[in-house]
């Protein structure tokens, strides 16, 4: 029984730089979310799929943040321009069926942008 | 303004002792779960409470809803250095909110010294 994964687990870059982080939900998982994580705080909601469809975006996700889904397996998250700001932890979840609560995690990738 | 509040943030304590955790908000929810994260992982689902006054035990672990849902408490008896880890309730189905998008607490860090 395979969880969520994800890749890379960790990433450093430079200011300016784009960055893309992939996440494999558990095979039979219709739905797929993101959420950022920042020191000394909880998750922060960002984007959510059902199938490849994206349902909703956090305010958080600016112009420079983009994910997809394409056929409704993996998903990316692609942060064009990294700001400092934008060092945190990256977290996926997933899950299925009529409750949308029971959120799986995967292990994160962690982002640090010098 | 957070709306999931958590307490107490820290809590260090010898093996051995109870502890009990709060998760308080003015806001309804559907359903409160809580996670359990370690550093540099993702945060792992222990239990989802959905009714009002509902109480789940986990083997040392005791969970509570409240009466309103707005609030909920983790108790933790003869706590074990294994219990040690970051404590996050996250809320689902906020009255008039998303149903995909999870708010999180900040967390309760807690340490168990043998």
């Known amino acids: 029984d395979t969880g969520v994964s994800q890749n890379p687990r960790h990433k450093i870059t430079k200011r300016g730089q784009n960055v893309t982080f992939r996440c494999d939900p558990i095979?039979?998982?219709?739905?797929l979310y993101w959420y950022r994580q920042t020191l000394g705080q909880g998750p922060e909601f960002l984007t959510y799929?059902?199938?490849?469809?994206?349902?909703?975006k956090s305010r958080l996700l600016s112009d420079r943040f983009s994910a997809e889904r394409p056929k409704g397996s993996f998903s990316t998250l692609e942060i064009q321009r990294t700001e400092q700001g934008d060092s945190a932890m990256y977290l996926c979840?997933?899950?299925?069926?009529?409750?949308?609560?029971?959120?799986?995690f995967g292990p994160g990738t962690r982002l640090t942008v010098l | 303004t957070q709306l999931l509040e958590q307490s107490p943030q820290f809590l260090s304590i010898q093996e051995g002792e109870n502890l009990t955790v709060y998760c308080n908000s003015s806001?309804?929810?559907?359903?409160l779960q809580w996670y359990r994260q370690e550093p540099g992982e993702g945060p792992v689902l222990l239990v989802t409470?959905?009714?009002?006054?509902e109480v789940k035990k986990l083997k040392r672990l005791t969970f509570q809803f409240g009466d309103a849902r707005k609030d909920s408490s983790l108790h933790i008896t003869a706590a074990q250095p294994g219990d040690t880890g970051l404590y996050l309730c996250?809320?689902?189905?906020?009255?008039?909110?998303?149903?995909?998008?999870?708010?999180f607490g900040k967390g309760t860090k807690l340490s168990v010294k043998p």
């Open positions: 095979s039979e998982h219709n739905r």
């Open positions: 799929f059902q199938n490849e469809a994206q349902l909703e």
């Open positions: 806001s309804v929810f559907s359903s």
């Open positions: 409470v959905v009714t009002g006054g």
């Open positions: 996250a809320g689902a189905g906020r009255y008039g909110g998303s149903q995909g998008n999870l708010i």
């Open positions: 979840a997933s899950n299925w069926g009529p409750s949308y609560n029971e959120q799986f």
